[in-house]
């Protein structure tokens, strides 16, 4: 009896008296320690691979979305060739000799096609010598054919700008011809030596412009 008395005791002598455990009760919570780090690699691996795949992914998948647009139903060197090295599209300068009408009064004399009442002076075009309508762009200089209609049905040379792949007319510059010589028209403000595109109030002082006809130069086309 006294023998099994003082086994607690001395098993109780034998432990640390700091708290710590034995290595063979440490064991389980090293196991566990290095499982937890285990997951945490394979859970930032896992993270990493999947970044990876999807940028892949973005990157296919913006390419291929691109590309349908660019082919569409042109080759794409047929797309290059008509823009210029700033990659606008390309156009051609020509000097055509016509008149501006009404738009729809020449559809309707010219090739019997009828347009609805509210369209008669909507737009303009250059009925050419040759019997092509070429419709204007109505900018600046387009419009004064609109606003003026001293300008409208005289025999006229045009410097006009076309782009490929559209039919309307760029206008430059406007040349009259009478008995045989060409006029540059523009409109002029005396008061301040301003040169303008269009009928109305000049842009410095308001007083109203003139109608200018200049005897052009043969070569006066740039």
Same mark, same amino acid.
């Given at each position: ?85 700033? #990659? ?5 300068? +020509?000097?055509? =000799? %016509? ?5 729809? @009064?020449? !559809?309707?004399? /010219? ?19 040759? #019997? ?5 762009? +109505?900018?600046? =200089? %387009? ?5 003026? @209609?001293? !300008?409208?049905? /005289? ?37 301040? @030596? ?29």
């Amino acid at each position: 009896m006294p023998q099994n008395s003082s086994a607690p005791q001395a098993s109780a002598e034998h432990r640390p008296s700091d708290g710590t455990r034995n290595p063979s009760e440490r064991r389980g919570g090293i196991g566990s320690d290095t499982t937890r780090t285990a997951r945490s690699l394979v859970v930032c691996v896992s993270f990493v691979v999947c970044c990876v795949v999807y940028l892949q992914i973005a990157r296919f998948s913006a390419a291929h979305a691109i590309e349908p647009q660019v082919a569409g139903s042109q080759d794409k060197s047929l797309l290059k060739s008509n823009e210029d090295a700033e #990659g606008k599209p390309a156009f051609r300068t +020509e000097l055509i =000799r %016509g008149q501006v009408v009404w738009l729809a @009064a020449a !559809l309707k004399s /010219k090739f019997g096609i009828s347009t609805v009442p509210e369209v008669a002076e909507h737009s303009l075009a250059l009925l050419t010598k040759d #019997g092509h309508l070429l419709p204007i762009v +109505e900018n600046l =200089r %387009g419009r004064a054919f609109r606003k003026d @209609a001293r !300008l409208r049905g /005289k025999d006229t040379e045009i410097l006009v700008r076309r782009y490929d792949n559209q039919p309307l007319i760029q206008i430059l510059r406007v040349y009259e011809i009478e008995d045989g010589q060409r006029y540059e028209v523009d409109y002029w403000c005396d008061i301040c @030596a301003i040169v303008m595109f269009e009928t109305g109030p000049c842009a410095c002082c308001q007083d109203d412009n003139r109608l200018r006809k200049r005897l052009a130069a043969d070569d006066d086309q740039d």
